[in-house]
């Protein structure tokens, strides 16, 4: 293909069933109408592409609106996701190529100063983030580790046991408050990481409402006085429990991720996994019941090059806190 025969294009729910069929032939899997509407739709989301002369849609580069939190304040951002190019435009690596085209064309629209968002992230693979720095696109934050730790079986729990769970019922109107305040303890208590807003209504988005997510998530309580101490959510597999998130004050952070192990283990799972971004799973292995967790690299996540330059040295030096949550494919 010569990549002077495409060009850059915007696409919306017209062009959805194109999209859906570019996102099969390049991950092998299908995406519903159903998880385009839940990334897309309702101004959730934006999406550009690239269509070769003939008019075919052979690359896409998509985001999703997120709120960052980062030294006491919100600011719009984008978790940049449904990075694909079909398999004959792949050759083509260059600032003219089928990537950069659609990928150039999403940020300078999107991301900057006097646009909607004023940063973007994301959990590109190693080809992506290469690629995207080499291009002047990306600017690297630091690795994704997936941690795993065996099961946590009765007896030990060290000591009396303390704490107890039960499902989240999404129902139950008091749901709402209840996240929100355990959200407003982790923003207080973590204010030094930056750290994507993770309040009820995005969890109702993220977990109930995802139409293709087998999640299950509980409140852990204080055993003997009831209270929540926090909220986590799991995802079962046939080996493995993948943790998803969490939202609780730090302090309670080792009692929510011993509970989740249980909860695997009680379903028989061999063990509980998760992807942590590098810095917060440190803080997880300095905790006495999470320390010693198998890890390898999961992906490099990266944040395009900030148009607003005076965000781009504080967003650089300051840890980040990302689960595997964060993503749009876990």
């Not at 006097?114 to 690795?143: M, S």
């Not at 509980?218 to 080996?239: E, S």
């Not at 690299?297 to 689960?323: E, I």
Request: proline share 6%; aromatic share 10%; net charge positive.
């Amino acid at each position: 293909m010569n990549a002077r025969s495409w060009h850059a294009v915007n696409l919306g729910a017209p062009e959805s069933p194109e999209v859906r069929t570019l996102f099969a032939q390049v991950f092998g899997a299908p995406m519903s109408d159903a998880l385009w509407q839940w990334k897309y739709a309702d101004g959730r989301g934006q999406a550009t592409g690239t269509r070769d002369l003939a008019g075919q849609l052979i690359a896409h580069y998509g985001g999703t609106a997120r709120t960052l939190v980062w030294g006491g304040q919100e600011r719009p951002a984008v978790q940049l996701g449904d990075v694909m190019v079909m398999e004959q435009a792949r050759g083509v690596l260059s600032r003219n190529g089928a990537f950069a085209t659609a990928a150039q064309s999403f940020l300078q629209q999107h991301i900057g100063a006097q646009t909607r968002f004023a940063i973007g992230f994301g959990f590109p693979n190693e080809r992506a983030a290469r690629l995207g720095k080499a291009l002047g696109l990306y600017e690297t934050l630091g690795e994704v580790l997936a941690l795993e730790w065996p099961s946590l079986q009765p007896g030990q729990h060290g000591g009396l046991r303390r704490w107890a769970t039960a499902p989240l019922d999404w129902a139950d109107p008091r749901t709402q408050g209840q996240l929100d305040t355990l959200w407003q303890a982790l923003r207080s208590d973590a204010h030094h990481f930056v750290l994507p807003r993770r309040d009820a209504s995005w969890w109702r988005h993220r977990f109930a409402n995802h139409p293709d997510g087998p999640y299950q998530a509980w409140w852990v309580r204080h055993r003997f006085t009831r209270r929540i101490q926090g909220a986590v959510v799991l995802r079962p597999g046939p080996a493995t429990w993948e943790i998803l998130d969490w939202v609780a004050p730090l302090r309670h952070t080792e009692t929510v991720l011993v509970a989740a192990r249980a909860l695997a283990a009680s379903a028989g799972a061999a063990g509980l996994t998760g992807w942590f971004s590098a810095p917060l799973a440190a803080q997880l292995g300095a905790m006495p019941a999470l320390a010693g967790a198998a890890s390898q690299l999961a992906c490099t996540n990266c944040v395009t090059v900030a148009r607003d330059p005076a965000l781009t040295p504080d967003l650089l030096q300051r840890p980040w806190w990302l689960t595997g949550g964060d993503t749009d494919f876990r």
